[in-house]
């Protein structure tokens, strides 16, 4: 099985040059509470590591904030996958405060719209086998131009591309590499990334028909939800 010294959702290029290498220092707390939220003070290695340790968070929480805050598609397929997954957990955030005005914390929970925060996110990482997520500040980051990596002090170990696009470092995503990790085909994929794009779209419309007061019950809100959810994930 595939995997970077992210998650097995991240990709590996080569970056061209070197033009500056960090040394390790102690692991510092990433907050993932709500929106990512970039640091106000910040320098290239700074917010390269910021992508990172987002990158880490997203891949297991999702939700958390959208994918295309903290990495970039290399072909068409990766592109419309990040666009897609981002405008899926940008739609369920909307959907907490018509839902919560509505039908207040039980709809939250019937439709799982409780975000982690930071010491959750992090648990969560921990106790799914990702204890090096605390350890990016380990990692040695090469910053040349627009260009960056980073690499484990384990000479042997595979670096991880980074770009600055439109002024913010993001992942290189690995369509291939993501794909081939949970035994997709490229085709399984585009039909994934159409699922996504789909249940955005519903949920959007979830939201206004919650608000609207469609639903009378908080029973039948939560069904709606669930059904749309299951576009995306079946055994929701």
Not at 50 to 71: I, S
Not at 92 to 109: C, M, S
Not at 162 to 180: C, E, I, N, P, Y
Not at 203 to 210: P, R, Y
Request: glycine share 8%; hydrophobic share 45%.
């Amino acid at each position: 099985m595939r995997r970077s010294i992210l998650i097995r959702c991240v990709i590996v290029v080569v970056a061209g040059g070197v033009a500056a290498i960090a040394c390790t220092r102690a692991a510092t707390p990433f907050d993932v509470s709500g929106a990512a939220t970039r640091p106000t003070s910040r320098n290239d290695v700074s917010d390269v590591r910021w992508a990172l340790k987002a990158a880490r968070v997203w891949a297991l929480t999702r939700a958390v904030f959208p994918l295309d805050e903290c990495a970039y598609g290399q072909d068409d397929d990766g592109r419309r996958f990040i666009q897609a997954a981002s405008d899926y957990t940008k739609a369920q955030r909307a959907l907490v405060e018509p839902i919560k005005a509505r039908f207040g914390d039980a709809g939250l929970d019937g439709l799982r719209l409780r975000f982690p925060t930071q010491a959750e996110a992090q648990s969560r990482l921990q106790s799914a086998g990702f204890r090096d997520f605390i350890e990016v500040d380990a990692l040695a980051i090469t910053v040349h131009g627009d260009d960056a990596s980073a690499r484990a002090p384990d000479p042997s170990g595979r670096a991880a591309t980074l770009k600055r696009v439109s002024g913010v470092w993001k992942l290189a995503f690995d369509t291939d590499g993501f794909a081939a990790d949970r035994g997709w085909s490229r085709d399984k994929l585009r039909l994934t990334t159409a699922a996504y794009a789909k249940t955005a779209r519903d949920l959007e419309t979830l939201g206004k028909d919650i608000a609207v007061g469609k639903f009378k019950t908080v029973d039948e809100a939560v069904a709606a939800g669930q059904n749309i959810e299951r576009q995306v994930y079946p055994n929701w």
